[in-house]
């Protein structure tokens, strides 16, 4: 069974810092790309950052230069550093793993962990 566990969402001032994780379990996750998504109240999931398998990354403009993403192969483990917060990155952060292959895809995700930027 597939399992994608955030953790480490919160409430946090502007200007501050948050570090997510997200465990994941059932997958060769090695092989996947793991990607960080949010979901603003009213608005549509949008991509955050991903990093791929060989640990290449893309964050979407708006987070590029405030948030890392990294990995930890050994640990089964995807991280979201987020600096220098600010309101508009209040959402909740999903983390999703994908794996697309010539002849099959699989894409997961993890229930959510909710990110609250405020004074």
């Known amino acids: 069974q597939v399992q994608l566990v955030e953790s480490g969402g919160g409430l946090v001032q502007p200007g501050g810092s948050l570090r997510l994780s997200c465990a994941a379990s059932g997958i060769s996750f090695n092989f996947y790309t793991m990607g960080w998504y949010r979901q603003a109240p009213g608005k549509q999931r949008e991509l955050v950052a991903t990093?791929?398998?060989?640990?290449?990354?893309n964050y979407a403009n708006s987070v590029k230069g405030r948030f890392t993403i990294s990995r930890n192969n050994a640990e089964r483990t995807v991280y979201l550093q987020m600096d220098s917060l600010k309101p508009e990155d209040t959402a909740v952060y999903f983390c999703?793993?994908?794996?697309?292959?010539?002849?099959?895809?699989?894409?997961?995700w993890g229930q959510g962990t909710l990110v609250t930027v405020s004074s």
């Open positions: 990093i791929s398998s060989a640990g290449g990354t």
């Open positions: 999703n793993a994908d794996f697309s292959g010539v002849v099959r895809s699989y894409s997961y």
